[in-house]
């Protein structure tokens, strides 16, 4: 027993100036590194989940999307890695803002908030957000497509409204445009918060307007209950990953499952509960393969993006 314990051997990283990022990932299966070896699972498991019969769900919070990450999501979606994604309203909102050419800049975690305010500049860690390129840009864009995309309509899922919207955005980079382009539905739960969803409800004060949640509601446990098996990559937490485990419950539990986090299981958060809490509420099998790597997103993604396309 404790020779087979010790049979998995440490072993050294050899680096060369040409070295790929998969066959550097390749070299993290051994090298006894805490996340390290877990960055390797969690390709492993990816690459498994996308080569079967299975239906994948992407999961990630907005705050990535105000990052050049935003452009690695876009990737992912073109290639049907994933087959369906759940995000926040903020994801939309950021996505907007940057495919009508908002100008995000870099700044630092400890910058002067009051003299931010001062400046009419947002801050999300350490993305600078102009105030005029955020809530306003976002706001005349959707007065200006809502007419269009509801005319002859007074009911929409906001799936289907996002789909219509991505038909409208012309930015490559966008993850509504790699959406619609790849046909692959994007479900937001908490549609109403943030200044898209906002915006929505403004227009239907003046307008005969209704957004219809149970249509999509409908739509996803459909794909669920269609789904001979079912994986995600989930990266961060709230609500759009408790959607995720949440409706897969209902066939069982994922197949498959990877948690890109920072956040700590102890408080007894959502956002913090590890795979092996969903396997308790039947959100993930038993027989499930899982892995979380705790580390921050914007490192973690890339690398794992990088080994897989």
């Known amino acids: 027993m404790r020779e087979k314990i010790l049979s998995n051997r440490v072993e050294d990283v050899a680096l060369s100036k040409d070295i790929k990022v998969c066959d550097l990932i390749n070299q993290f299966k051994n090298i006894g590194g805490f996340m390290a070896p877990r960055l390797y699972r ?16 992407l999961s990630f919070t907005g705050n990535i ?15 049907r890695v994933f087959h369906v994604i759940i995000t926040t309203c903020g994801a939309i909102d950021h996505d907007i803002a940057r495919s009508l050419g908002g100008k995000y800049a870099c700044g630092e ?25 955020y809530g306003p840009l976002i706001e005349k864009f959707t007065k200006d ?43 937001v739960p908490g549609i ?49 990953k408790h959607h995720v485990i949440w409706w897969n419950q209902f066939r069982g539990g994922l197949d498959y499952c990877v ?27 038993p027989t499930a393969k899982y892995i979380s790597v705790i580390g921050d997103a914007t490192i973690t993604l890339p690398l794992i993006a990088s080994a897989i396309l």
């Open 109 to 133: 975690f400890e910058m002067d908030d009051v003299f931010l305010n001062n400046m009419e500049i947002h801050r999300l860690g350490n993305v600078l957000i102009p105030l005029e390129d």
């Open 42 to 57: 969690a390709v492993e498991i990816i690459k498994e989940m996308s080569s079967r019969e299975c239906t994948n769900f």
């Open 259 to 285: 948690y890109l986090t920072t956040a700590l299981e102890y408080d007894g958060s959502l956002s913090g509960a590890m795979p092996r809490e969903a396997i308790s509420w039947g959100k993930l099998k």
């Open 192 to 240: 109403v918060d943030g200044s898209f969803g906002t915006n929505l409800y403004f227009y239907a004060k003046t307008n005969r307007f209704k957004l219809n949640l149970f249509k999509d509601m409908d739509f996803l446990i459909n794909m669920v209950f269609d789904a001979k098996e079912s994986g995600a990559l989930i990266i961060g937490g709230g609500i759009s």
């Open 145 to 187: 497509v809502l007419p269009e995309i509801l005319k002859g309509r007074d009911e929409i899922s906001p799936s289907e409204l996002i789909k219509e919207i991505g038909s409208k955005i012309k930015d490559e980079n966008s993850i509504i445009k790699a959406a619609y382009d790849a046909n692959v539905p994007i479900f």
């Open 65 to 79: 999307v105000a990052t050049g990450v935003r452009g690695i999501l876009a990737q992912l979606i073109k290639r």
